[in-house]
């Protein structure tokens, strides 16, 4: 196990609603990162949070949101959810900004939109 | 632009034989390059990484190769085990510093 805990495990929700992912990150990790996993894919890069702030971006509209806490844990909002939003949410933890060694996967959210 | 991309979507192995997982990146400014083992309910899970100034790098049983000149990755595993039956991902560390992943592998070991 790698200390990140996500929470819920699973969700469903209704298209044009709004969800809130949580994450805890491992002990002694500063950085949060977000993933988003569609079935069969690999995950793609959705934000990373250092220090309370938004630290890039990927490829991902502003309904995608995101806070990090002063405990280092981290909120990912999605607003007006669509269909293809459907997909496993992963949050991933490290102690050191700017680089992807020692990154921690939690084991995810799996979100399913109807 | 940036992608990173595995050859065959499933490989089938036999208990005992070794494993060679392949991934092909397009970014030839990439300098550091993960893979991750990804079990069915988990998330990915890092295995081993590599760095552009290094061609091979071993682990315990897995050894990474980078072969920087046709932008080619792979990952050998030794004995391969039922408990390494999973979805393999290698990954690119971008310009901007996110991780780019490809598609995947399934690795299937028969008893």
């Known amino acids: 196990e790698t200390g990140v805990t996500q929470s819920p495990t699973h969700l469903i929700k209704t298209r044009g609603q709004q969800v809130t992912l949580r994450c805890s990150s491992q002990?002694?990790?500063?950085?949060v990162s977000w993933y988003q996993q569609a079935l069969g894919q690999g995950p793609q890069f959705i934000f990373q949070?250092?220090?309370?702030?938004?630290?890039g971006r990927g490829n991902f509209p502003p309904r995608f949101s995101g806070l990090q806490f002063p405990n280092y844990s981290s909120e990912l909002n999605v607003n007006a959810l669509e269909l293809d939003d459907s997909a496993l949410y992963l949050c991933?933890?490290?102690?050191?900004?700017?680089?992807?060694?020692?990154?921690?996967f939690g084991s995810g959210t799996q979100l399913s939109v109807l | 632009g940036e992608s990173v991309g595995l050859h065959l979507p499933t490989l089938s192995v036999q208990e005992g034989d070794n494993s060679i997982i392949n991934c092909a990146y397009s970014?030839?400014?990439?300098?550091?390059f993960i893979w991750y083992k990804q079990e069915s309910g988990k998330g990915p899970q890092f295995i081993i990484d590599?760095?552009?100034?290094?061609d091979k790098r071993q682990g315990q049983r897995v050894t990474v190769l980078l072969n920087k000149t046709v932008k080619h990755l792979s990952l050998q595993i030794a004995a391969t085990q039922p408990g390494d039956s999973a979805v393999y991902f290698c990954?690119?560390?971008?310009?901007?510093?996110?991780?780019?992943f490809g598609q995947g592998t399934t690795l299937q070991v028969k008893p």
């Open positions: 990954a690119e560390e971008s310009n901007t510093g996110k991780l780019i």
């Open positions: 002990s002694g990790h500063n950085t």
């Open positions: 991933a933890s490290s102690s050191q900004v700017g680089t992807n060694e020692k990154l921690f």
């Open positions: 590599i760095r552009s100034n290094m």
């Open positions: 970014n030839s400014a990439s300098d550091y």
């Open positions: 949070y250092y220090r309370e702030e938004e630290n």
